[in-house]
């Protein structure tokens, strides 16, 4: 099936700092999507984005589906941004989605 | 529109004890689907649901998981003879059907935290 892999593991900001997390995947994809977990477990989504950019705020986010990868760029970092980055793909075939292990942000003031 | 709707929110619950998981999905979406994460994981696909036809489940983990959505509405996941091993936050999600097989932009409910004792 479908691999995605996130990067980093880990990213520890300073408040105010731009970050940029990367998702691959191994197959071309239908749908992916970015989520936000928060502490209390809930996924919260962020972007729809099967292909091309988006920006919503201090967010954005790009997918280029003929290199099979995504970005999450957050610009001015807050400690409300904190918890676990998730990125999501819906394969070719379809059915699901299969998420990468995340990126876990703490974001210190 | 509330969202999808997961209950209870958190259950503790004996080893070798049945347990049962309510997801009310988003009023119009006809998908529904289950997943299961557990600690410094990403969600695990389990079943999905479309309408009440149950189109894929050999994702889920043993013969003591079972899910059943019986008028398209609700669904319900079962764990039978609960082990320790089920600890985890069990996750429903909804969305539209796409094009084809596919399916629109997925949500997710607060999950259940499943805890066996």
């Known amino acids: 099936g479908i691999q995605v892999e996130q990067s980093p593991p880990d990213l520890i900001l300073q408040e105010g700092a731009n970050s940029t997390l990367r998702c691959n995947f191994s197959?071309?994809?239908?749908?992916l999507q970015w989520f936000h977990q928060n502490p209390w477990g809930q996924l919260i989504n962020l972007f729809y984005?099967?292909?091309g950019t988006k920006q919503n705020g201090r967010l954005s986010a790009t997918t280029v589906a003929t290199e099979r990868y995504s970005l999450l760029y957050i610009s001015s970092s807050q400690t409300t941004d904190s918890g676990v980055y998730f990125c999501?793909?819906?394969?070719?075939?379809?059915?699901?989605?299969?998420f990468g292990a995340g990126t876990i942000l703490r974001v210190k003031s | 529109d509330t969202g999808v709707s997961q209950d209870p929110r958190h259950k503790i619950t004996k080893r070798g004890q049945n347990v049962t998981f309510r997801c009310d999905p988003i009023?119009?979406?006809?998908?529904l689907y289950w997943y299961r994460q557990t600690l410094g994981q990403g969600p695990e696909f389990l079943t999905y649901?479309?309408?009440?036809?149950?189109?894929?489940k050999s994702r889920l983990l043993s013969d003591r998981f079972s899910a059943e959505r019986p008028k398209g509405s609700f669904s319900t996941l079962e764990i039978q003879r609960t082990e320790q091993g089920d600890s985890a936050m069990y996750l429903c999600?909804?969305?539209?059907?796409?094009?084809?097989?596919?399916?629109?932009?997925?949500?997710f409910g607060q999950g259940t935290r499943l805890t066996v004792v």
């Open positions: 999600a909804s969305s539209l059907p796409g094009a084809g097989v596919t399916f629109t932009e997925a949500f």
């Open positions: 197959d071309s994809v239908n749908n």
């Open positions: 984005i099967p292909s």
């Open positions: 999501a793909v819906e394969g070719e075939y379809g059915n699901k989605l299969v």
């Open positions: 009023s119009e979406h006809n998908r």
């Open positions: 649901f479309q309408n009440e036809a149950q189109l894929e």
